[in-house]
């Protein structure tokens, strides 16, 4: 079960760093306290976004 957990956690990293990516927010390993509220809120609106999407896609 541990082994399940670590990849999920290793795939929502992956998943992050792709949406940053995506919306030009330079994301590190690790620690990122130093992002501003809006560069936080575009990953994370980034990612809703992908998986809305993904959802709609699965749907056709």
């Known amino acids: 079960m541990a082994a399940k957990k670590k990849n999920?956690?290793?795939a929502l990293n992956r998943f992050k760093m792709e949406?940053?990516?995506e919306v030009g927010v330079n994301l590190k390993q690790g620690?990122?306290?130093d992002l501003t509220a809006k560069q936080?809120?575009?990953v994370g609106?980034?990612?809703v976004k992908k998986m809305i999407k993904a959802?709609?896609?699965d749907m056709k």
Request: without cysteine; hydrophobic residues 30%; charged residues 20%.
């Open 8 to 10: 999920a956690k290793e």
């Open 19 to 21: 949406a940053a990516t």
């Open 31 to 33: 620690y990122n306290g």
């Open 40 to 42: 936080a809120g575009s």
């Open 45 to 47: 609106g980034q990612m």
């Open 55 to 57: 959802y709609e896609d």
